[in-house]
Structures are given as C-alpha cells and as structure tokens.
C-alpha cells in the first residue's frame, strides 16, 4: 500500500504547483489581516475560533442504558464501536488535515494526565487563557470530528499563537516511547500550516472554485460535478458512498470515483461524453475494516432475523462498497419496528457535499423512551388523516401513507459531525417513496440545555416563556417536522415504459394551472435534481409543516397541551423557529452570498414569509441593549398567528411541494432564492447576531466497555479535561494508526 515517505510526496506536489486545496496566507488579503494581528497581539476574528466559555453538556443515557438486558447492551455496544471507528471516514470528509490534527492531538493527550500537560504548559509560558483556549478547541475539534464546524462549514482554528502550539506539541511526547511511531512533531509539522490557514479559500466548505471539500479533488469544478452526476446516473449509480477525483492527462480530464469499501479493487474505464471515468473502491479502507469488524460482532447479539439481515447488508455494503447492499439494509431496517435498541449506520446525509448527492459517515445506537414514544406512536396513528390538512391536496400527497416506526430515543453513542434532534431516514427515494421510513427524535439531546443560557432578541416576557415551554414546544415542531414534514408529498415520476405514478389526466398544476408539465425520470432523485439546494429547501419544507400543523387544537392535544398551556406552546413554538431564523444569519457569507447551513437557511426563508404576510405580525426592530451596543428585537403578535401567519404558511408550502414534486428545479430553485436574498437592512442584522451569538452545545458523550461484570457504562467529568479523556478512551494505537494510514492514502488521492 502507498503509506511510504507521504512527507516527500507533499513537498512533491507543492513544488509542482499543483492545487493541493491550500492556499499560503501571503494570497490573501483576510490571512494577510489575520497576520498581521497576530504581530501586534491582537485578537484572532472571534468567527474562527471556539469561544473559552462553550457549554459542554452531558448527552445523559444511564437510566436507558440500565434498562436493557446484557444481550441488548452488547448489540448497543458494537453498534456504537462500529459507529466510532467508521467515524474515521467523517474526519477525513470534513477537510484533508483533520485526520492528521486528530491523530496528534489524540497522542498529546494519551501521552499526558491532565496535570501533567498544564504543567508543561505553565513551564513555557501558557497563560490561563491560553490553556484553556488550546483545550476547547480539541474539545471543539473532537466534538465536530474536525477542524469546520459541523453547523454551519465555517473553520475555526486554536484561539492562541502558533508558536505556543508548537511548543506544547515539541514536549508533550517523550521521544523514547515512540517505538515504530513517526515522531510526533513530524505529523505535526505536516498540518501546521492548514491548522492555522484561514484564507478566504478554507474558511468554509464549498465548491473548489470559491472554497474547499474532500468530496471533490481540487481540480474539481461545478461542471465536473454536473457531469459526474450524468455518468453515474446513466451507471443507476447513486453518490452517497463516494468522493470524486479528477486528473488532467495530455490536456484531457480524467475522473475517478472512490468508492468506500474495506476491499480494494478498480474497474475498467470507461468513456463518457468525450472523457475518461473509472471507478476504484477502497476509499477510508482501514475504516471500513474496523466498523465491519466491530458489525460482524453486534450481528451475534442482534434481537432477531430482520436485525441479522440488516447488519449482514451493511456489512457487505461497507466491505465491498456496493451501496444497494445499504439500500437493502435500510429496507429491513425500516421492518424492524419498535426495537429495545435502535441505530443505523452509513454515509448518510448529503447536507456537506457542495452539489448535494455524497453522504457523510454517521452512526448512532440508542435506547428508546417509552413514555415519550407512546406521543409519537399516536401521532402515527392519527397521521393518515392529518396528512390532508396540508394545503397542495391529496394528488401531490403518497398514494398510501405508509405508517413508519416513530420513536423518541436516549442516545448512547453517535459519531458523525454534529447531533440532530431529530431524523427522518432512509435518504433513499426508492424505499422512501413506496415502502417508508423511520422517524425518531433524540430525547436526550433536546433536554440537554446549558443552564442560564441567555435568549437573544426577545422581550424579558417573551423571554421567561421560552425557558418554560422550550422543551414542550421544540417536542412538537420536531415531531411534526420529522414525520409529517420529512414523511409527506408524492414525487412525480415516469419510468423506463413511459409510465406515470400519476394521472396527467386529472392532476393539475396548482401553482399556475393547466397541467403537469415535468416530472423526475429514472435514475433521478431529489437531491440529484435540485443539487446543492435540495438540503435547504426540503429542510424549509418540513419546518414549515411544523408552523402550519402546529396550528390546531387537537394535535397539540396529542402531545398532552390542551387549553392556556396548548396556546403557549403553540407561540412558544412559532417564536423561537422565527427567533431561529434570525440566528441563522450568523452562517451567511454576504462576501460570497452563500448560505453555510441548510437548516439556517430555511428558517431565514421563513422568517422572511412571515415578515412578507404584513400587518405587523412578525416584527424585528433595530434598538440599543443595556450594553449600549446595537441590538436586535423580535417581536410576534400571537393574536395573528392563525389570520397572518398560518395563511402565510400554506400559499408558501402549496408552491414548495409544487416544484418539489415536479422536479422542476429551475423554477423552484429560483422561487427559494428569491425568498433567501439578504439585502442591506438584513445584512445589518447580520452584523449584529455575529456580535451578539452565542457558543453551540458541545456534547460529552459516555462510552462503554465489556468487563468481567458485563458491559458498562463510562461517565466522565463535565470538563474540557473529562470530553477529551473520553474521546482517547475510545480509540487505542491500531485506531490511531489506521487513522493515520487513511490521513497518508488520502495525501496520495486526493490532487
């Protein structure tokens, strides 16, 4: 394998002047004002570094954990053991040094007690300040599986000078120890540079011509991806499982798709539209080995057949890299209903590949709540009928509502980049379409809320209404978004015979009239045909169910609110997604006019709807805070939430499913983007939510061990020093090493 003198080869493709996704600091005019506060000891851009005060929370499972039976604790454990050896892949998807920040920090900390490491760090000089901040940012790090933040793609780097560092990594490691070990400040001296680096060109993800990702080569253009796209969709080809690599030979571009796969193999090439395609598998190998190791084990202790199965499939899948096999997977996954302990694995969601079809790695295993489940399991019931109160009519709703298994669950491990309060999956059209789906919301990271956390923008009122009905009200809009969100809206379709899933006869065009005039054709999706908006618009879609449905009496009944309480909850609900939309202008780059978070992206949009509907329901007033700084204030008449605000609603989600269901993506893509536009009152907004934002929970996670007694549960202190301790707990030296064996296979194909 290509794992030999990686350092030569950096050196080679640099002094080649090939696009090795870096740029020096000398070419750009913010890393040149980075630099030179540096030299006059001023602060780093607070938008690049994690703040010293960032609240860690503590993702509690005990008492779900101690509710299962031994067998079932041993299924949970190599569920969540395969999900954070797989998660290996996350870090080498999230940028092409954080395997390598990884594998460093983790030998820092390994080497090192907690004491031992702060009194190495006093010996050269760290202030309590930097210490600290050098700890919260391998907590962030480690939190995000990377070096960009899992919400919102904006990079941070360590909030202390570079040279402090280095000095800490030159001595954290005793150089007797190493054994066959590179030496540490040799991996260190390969990432210091991109460490740091904060040029307009690395700040966010994005496409290569603008930004930077790992799921494109740094050849890679938009019009390589569209035509990527084609041939994998004439292949029925679908990307989650892949990244895509282009070289140039004689002038003529050349493109490979890595596969993920433990196996390693390449096909023969093939010629499509006038260039070169190959297919190669063996992408994040050494991952795929661990997780498919640790899944042959939870097979062993699955509760039944249809959990054999899927694990098998998965198996196969991350083994070999044929995705049908996870296809097939997710088909059993969505029949075993009701399971003591739920999870799903893979590369799953497709928010942070820039055209909107790779999936990022993510696993989870988690013990379902049944008090709350039994709320969600009565929504099911109930769903065929509330499906009709959406306002596009039963023609652009599924045939048949398919009833998916709706469960709230205590997490006990995920690994990935960032922890949903909720999912709706498979992402597969194919199964989603015609066989269902699971929905879950995540108990444990709802009520995970730092205490005293200030509420930006509202009234003191407003405010006090919020702490008390936050948990109630987010319960709803997750449950409604998710199922009736996520879970609702037909696609049009015609097949390889000509045939239609609809009448063309009857269903008409209820943005315009007259009739349905496109469709989706085989092999295409929804994310494939609306690319790099598909994420935020769907998200804006299931949100906006959650406003409008969260409107009637009787499903809020459902969730145990009747009376006062259920009108609370309701204004509760509508005001902090508003508030939401707000804050989410944080993750917009008015430089680049780019949206860094799907899910903050769609909440603006409705923001923006609700403001549009007029008669002073919806107001944001420019004012001075008690800090004598500019500040914001968000006010909603909740009288009008149901004359304004739900009207409002249901003409925006009639045009969204209308498009979303026609597959016409011009159309619907341009009606998005006008409602996403930031113009210059609200690019003064945006000043003041970056001044006023507050740091993202970061979740500690417990770990679990087999030990004579049995498997057990790992808590840790909630402490930058207790988050760090867990994360080495986790992975030993063969993890390591296999992190740094994808980190150098990655320097070699990745151009």
């Known amino acids: ?3 030999q003198r990686i350092s030569t080869r950096f050196c080679f493709r640099s002094a080649l002047g090939l696009r090795t996704g870096y740029r020096t600091a000398s070419s750009n005019t913010l890393a040149n004002t980075l630099k030179k506060m540096k030299e006059q000891n001023q602060p780093i851009n607070p938008l690049y570094v994690l703040s010293n005060t960032s609240p860690i929370v503590k993702l509690d499972c005990d008492e779900a954990f101690k509710s299962l039976t031994e067998k079932q604790k041993l299924y949970a454990h190599h569920i969540s053991r395969a999900s954070f050896l797989g998660s290996l892949a996350t870090f080498a998807q999230v940028s092409r040094e954080s395997l390598g920040i990884f594998v460093v920090l983790h030998r820092i900390f390994e080497a090192n007690s907690p004491e031992m490491l702060q009194a190495k760090a006093t010996q050269i000089g760290f202030t309590d300040e930097e210490y600290q901040a050098f700890l919260i940012y391998a907590v962030g790090f480690f939190a995000n599986s990377g070096n960009y ?23 954290s490691e005793d150089d007797t120890t190493l054994g066959s070990r590179v030496p540490l400040m040799s991996l260190y001296n390969r990432i210091e540079h991109n460490l740091y680096s904060i040029s307009n060109f690395v700040a966010t993800l994005g496409f ?17 991806c569209d035509i990527a796209d084609r041939y994998m969709k004439s292949r029925r080809m679908e990307a989650f499982n892949t990244r895509l690599q282009k070289t140039v030979e004689d002038g003529k571009p050349e493109y490979t798709i890595w596969v993920a796969s433990e196996k390693q193999k390449e096909t023969e090439t093939t010629e499509f539209e006038g260039v070169t395609f190959r297919v190669k598998y063996g992408d994040h190998s050494d991952a795929m080995m661990l997780a498919v190791c640790e899944l042959e084990k939870a097979k062993q202790y699955a509760d039944n057949e249809i959990q054999r199965g899927m694990i098998g499939k998965y198996i196969d899948s991350f083994k070999y890299g044929n995705l049908q096999d996870h296809v097939e997977g997710s088909r059993l996954w969505i029949r075993d209903v009701g399971p003591a302990v739920e999870s799903y694995i893979g590369f799953i969601e497709n928010y942070r590949d820039p055209a909107g079809v790779r999936g990022e790695w993510e696993g989870f295993a988690a013990a379902v709540n049944e008090e709350t489940s039994r709320v969600f399991q009565e ?8 499906l009709k109160r959406l306002p596009w009519g039963e023609a652009y709703e599924k045939d048949k509502f398919l009833k998916p298994d709706f469960t709230a669950l205590d997490v006990i491990s995920f690994a990935g980049s960032g922890i949903p309060s909720g999912i709706n999956i498979p992402n597969y059209d194919e199964i989603r379409q015609d066989e269902g789906f699971k929905n879950v919301t995540l108990s444990n990271v709802i009520s995970a809320i ?27 809009q997750v449950g409604l978004h998710e199922l009736l969100g996520h879970g609702s809206g037909k696609l049009f379709f015609r097949d390889d015979e000509g045939k239609f899933n609809f009448d063309q006869s009857v269903v008409k065009d209820i943005v315009g009239g007259g009739p349905i005039q496109s469709w989706y054709e085989k092999g295409e999706s929804w994310s494939s045909v609306f690319g790099e908006h598909s994420n935020a618009y769907e998200e804006c879609r299931a949100e906006a169910v959650g406003y409008f449905l969260s409107c009637f009496d009787d499903i809020l009944k459902i969730f145990g609110h009747e009376g006062q309480e259920a009108q609370d ?7 902090n997604e508003l508030r939401s939309g707000l804050c989410g202008l944080e993750f917009y780059n008015p430089e680049k006019d780019l949206w860094g978070q799907a899910h903050s992206r769609a909440r603006y949009v409705l923001l923006k709807v609700c403001m549009a509907a007029g008669q002073d329901f919806v107001k944001v007033d420019e004012c001075v805070g008690e800090d004598g700084e500019p500040d914001l204030l968000l006010t909603v008449d909740r009288s009008k939430i149901e004359t304004v605000g739900k009207p409002a609603m249901a003409d925006f989600l009639k045009s969204l499913q209308f498009y979303k269901s026609t597959a016409d993506a011009k159309r619907g893509i341009a009606f998005f983007k006008d409602w996403d536009r930031v113009n210059e009152r609200e690019l003064r907004w945006h000043k003041i939510v970056l001044s006023r934002r507050s740091p993202r929970r970061l979740f500690l996670q417990s770990n679990t061990f087999i030990t004579d007694q049995g498997v057990e549960l790992k808590n840790y202190p909630l402490d930058p020093n207790g988050f760090i301790k867990s994360v080495v707990d986790r992975y030993d030296a063969e993890h390591i090493q296999a992190a740094q064996s994808i980190w150098d296979f990655n320097y070699v194909n990745s151009l």
Not at 569 to 575: A, D, L, Q, R
Request: glycine share 4%; aromatic share 16%.
């Open 208 to 224: 290569n011509d603008e930004h930077i990702t790992t799921y494109h080569s740094g050849f890679v253009t938009k019009t390589d």
């Open 379 to 386: 929504l099911v019931k109930q769903a065929e009928q509330l």
């Open 450 to 476: 730092p205490s005293n956390q200030r509420i930006t923008f509202l009234t003191a009122d407003d405010e006090a209404l919020y702490h008390k009905y936050f948990k109630e009200s987010f319960n709803v």
């Open 149 to 171: 933040k899992g919400f919102g793609d904006t990079k941070f780097i360590p909030n202390l000078p570079k040279d402090k560092f280095r000095s800490l990594v030159a001595i």
């Open 569 to 575: 909850v309701k204004y509760v609900n509508w005001m």
């Open 1 to 3: 394998m290509l794992f």
